[in-house]
């Protein structure tokens, strides 16, 4: 049932994906690139190369988010701007739970990127606002969406009620992530912004709802970058300000999330760090900002309080980064408490977070 490095040529080959020649030439390669799931990089022969990514367990929520990912992709080819901006798929097994995708050949996430050179350019942020607009400018006859996309959901994001109830098996949560709602039900003032911030959902069309750096994909193509979202598997009918907050939040959780990993470093000075590196993004957060804007035809008197919108919701955004971090860990953590500490601090006053944190002028 589960593909490994040793038997993905066979399994490639009897899908007609690789030929028997590509493997006796010994131009058949293999590079596991596995996180939540089990992924392969396959290098072969003519075609180039070949991404296969398989679900990790066999369960009926990751069946069916991979079903809803590859009904995605086909969707996406009924829309040329939205096609381009996303994987090319080229094969669904339902019996063997996988995807098989056009490799994207010298390519690497934003995070990657970004750790790596720490440049920001604004290049890259505009076509990250560009993908977002060629599928929320989209209008979709919820109908024939739930037909095209089996288990596509309309709820509200999860970490907005977290405070209030797990959704989570008992025993699949670290102890710092238990405690973590313990955590957010000691910040009174920061749940009443959660509850508050829920009664503003609106579910007007399809939105990634997992939009991070990690999942944006970045190469050249003829000497010029281009960029493609992948992992689809969370996508659901909902509120496009979850997928542009998700992206302001990139940038603001930056420079806490470089080395989570670290137990050593302090809240004081993860925040301090934040401050004083914000203003080396302010140029990209601003490009984004304004290609998305221009690309979705908002009006210029109306990009204000849509801005202010976008970062509440890239606060409650910031939960959920936060709550991921604690993975394996006994306690909640400094970087935990740092994030946290600047979500209320963008809830409590989102117009001078806009100044403050992300560089916007006085008028918003």
Not at 284 to 291: L, P
Request: aromatic share 14%.
């Amino acid at each position: 049932m589960f593909l490994t490095a040793a038997n993905l040529a066979h399994y490639l080959a009897a899908r007609g994906f690789v030929s028997s020649g590509d493997i006796v030439d010994g131009q058949f390669r293999v590079i596991e690139a596995g996180q939540h799931n089990r992924n392969f990089k396959v290098l072969c022969g003519a075609r180039g190369g070949i991404f296969v990514k398989q679900i990790q367990a066999i369960d009926k929520l990751a069946q069916s988010s991979l079903l809803k990912e590859a009904q995605v992709y086909r969707l996406a080819q009924k829309f040329p701007d939205w096609a381009a901006s996303v994987p090319t798929l080229l094969d669904y097994d339902q019996t063997r739970h996988s995807l098989i995708f056009e490799l994207i050949r010298d390519s690497q996430n934003l995070r990657e990127f970004y750790y790596q050179q720490r440049v920001f350019p604004t290049s890259l942020a505009c076509l990250l606002a560009e993908a977002l607009s060629y599928y929320h400018r989209l209008s979709f006859d919820e109908n024939v969406l739930d037909a095209d996309i089996p288990g596509l959901q309309k709820r509200v994001p999860w970490i907005f009620t977290y405070y209030k109830k797990s959704y989570f098996p008992p025993g699949s949560l670290s102890a710092g992530a238990v405690q973590f709602a313990d955590f957010l039900r000691s910040k009174p003032v920061l749940t009443g912004h959660l509850d508050s911030l829920f009664e503003t959902w609106r579910f007007e069309t399809l939105i990634h709802a997992d939009l991070k750096w990690d999942n944006c994909l970045m190469y050249h193509e003829a000497g010029q970058p281009k960029l493609k979202l992948i992992d689809w598997e969370l996508v659901e009918f909902g509120d496009r300000r979850w997928d542009v907050g998700s992206v302001f939040q990139a940038y603001l959780s930056h420079w806490i999330m470089r080395h989570y990993r670290d137990q050593s470093q302090k809240r004081e000075q993860l925040l301090q760090d934040t401050i004083d590196n914000m203003p080396f993004m302010f140029a990209s957060i601003q490009a984004f900002w304004q290609a998305y804007c221009d690309q979705m035809q908002i009006a210029v008197q109306d990009r204000p309080s849509l801005l202010l919108q976008c970062l509440e919701f890239s606060a409650v955004r910031m939960l959920c980064t936060a709550f991921e971090s604690l993975y394996g860990l006994a306690q909640v953590s400094e970087h935990a408490q740092a994030l946290v500490e600047l979500s209320q601090e963008i809830l409590d006053a989102p117009a001078r977070a806009a100044r403050n944190l992300f560089g916007f002028v006085e008028e918003y």
